[in-house]
Nanobody, 121 residues
Framework: VQLQASGGGLVQAGGSLRLSCAAS????????INWFRQGPGKEREFVAA????????YYADSVKGRFTISKDTAQNTVYLQMNSLKPEDTATYYC???????????????WGQGTQVTVSS
């Protein structure tokens, strides 16, 4: 199953964006979809996660209360609704499939292009 992140763009501080993570095939209930981001000159960091089967959600402290992760089971898609965006949210956002929240793939993982989010002040 391949994942494709999309929905990024340029937005002013305080604005909103919704990112999508579309799976090319069925996601099993044991799957966990994680969102990560990497800002300019920064390490890649965890943003949010959802257990596909249970729907349990997890958030980094930096986005809690502003970002919401959700899913569309019929579309095999996970969304990341980002509200009250700040310039420090500027980053390339990636989604991954794993078995645990916060799970960062190994060094050989191919991250793909991700989707760019730019928040202007």
């Amino acid at each position: 199953v391949q994942l494709q992140a999309s929905g990024g763009g340029l937005v002013q501080a305080g604005g909103s964006l919704r990112l999508s993570c579309a799976a090319s095939g069925r996601l099993y209930s044991s799957s966990v979809i994680n969102w990560f981001r990497q800002g300019p000159g920064k390490e890649r960091e965890f943003v949010a996660a959802m257990r596909w089967g249970r729907g349990s959600t997890y958030y980094a402290d930096s986005v809690k209360g502003r970002f919401t992760i959700s899913k569309d089971t019929a579309q095999n898609t996970v969304y990341l609704q980002m509200n009250s965006l700040k310039p420090e949210d500027t980053a390339t956002y990636y989604c991954t499939r794993g078995t645990s929240p916060y799970e960062k793939p190994g060094p050989s993982y191919h991250w793909g292009q991700g989707t760019q989010v730019t928040v202007s002040s």
